[in-house]
């Protein structure tokens, strides 16, 4: 009996490591890690939810960053990544393509805010003409995120160096910029809960978030929230410098429409199932109906300066630049 229950033993001990390899390997395969801006954390629980209903098996994995620090994590500390969905699809232009992507797909819109709560300091009061001056009180503050770590925080100093020029208040962004420094936090959706605990009266964030999140917000006109194609000459009126690819690299960042995007980084473990999750993003009764229902207007498809880089079965969310309307 000892001669023949040692190698039936050793028999069933690599049958089970063997099984827990190949379930290993089928675990490693369905893994998804998506890198996104802290502006699509609500969308993309509800999307990622639905996604994994479909795809039962998929592990996904979540960095959540300001877009500019997430470009970051890919290309200079190299971290692998499967989809990466930014807030700005300029960040990928400017800092990931062509070494580290080969392309972006545009998605969906939004529109610069000031939001507060019942709680703010001089809430009864502020409305579209006098919100900067309430802003320059010394007994309110106001909160805003790092423009080099966050597409909403360049923004926001684009948006106020518009706002000198649409109100003819000369100086006006550098008021601004130089109050309340000590609230520059590295993602705009870090502002919220100072906001919330009455620490903050006012923050810089897009209006998708005040929905989201049950806050008040203030419309700003048009010709400053960086909302309308419309007035895209008007935007381009103002920038921003910011670090570029190296660090001793600046570039400049022209005001624009806000326009998100997304893209899958060359470093990716699992492209074909990033591209799966792309397809359920881009579907307008999946990814597309959740963002339209959460505030954020979708742009699919649209132009892309990139469309001959896009893999064939994208690119039906996608217009060749030459279809884009001026």
Known sequence: ????????????????????????????NQQLTIFHAGSLTVPFDRIIDGFKKEHPGVEVLREIAGSRECARKISELHQSCDVFASADYA???????????DWDLKFATNEMSIVFTDK???????????WFDILQDKNVSFGRSDPNADPCGYRTIITMKLAERYYGKSGLADQLLAKNIEYIRPKEVDLLALLE???LDYIFIYR????????RYLNLPDEINLKSPEFEDYYKQASVELDGKKPDEKITQVGASMVYGVTIPKNASNPS?????????????????????????????????????LPDELRPYANKPEQRIP
């Open 120 to 130: 703010s300091r001089r809430a009864a009061d502020i409305n579209p003409q006098n």
């Open 197 to 199: 605990v009455g620490e």
């Open 208 to 215: 998708s978030v005040a929905e989201q999140h049950g806050l």
């Open 273 to 309: 199932l990033a591209k799966t999750f792309i397809h359920y993003l881009m579907d307008k009764n999946k990814g597309l109906k959740v963002l339209a229902d959460l505030g954020q207007p979708t742009v699919v498809p649209t132009f892309c300066s990139t469309y001959d880089k």
């Open 91 to 101: 960040v990928i232009d400017n800092l990931l393509i062509p070494d580290y992507a």
């Open 1 to 28: 009996m000892g001669r023949i229950w040692i190698p039936v033993l050793a028999i069933a001990v690599l049958i089970v490591f063997s099984t827990a390899g190949c379930q290993n390997s089928m675990s490693a």
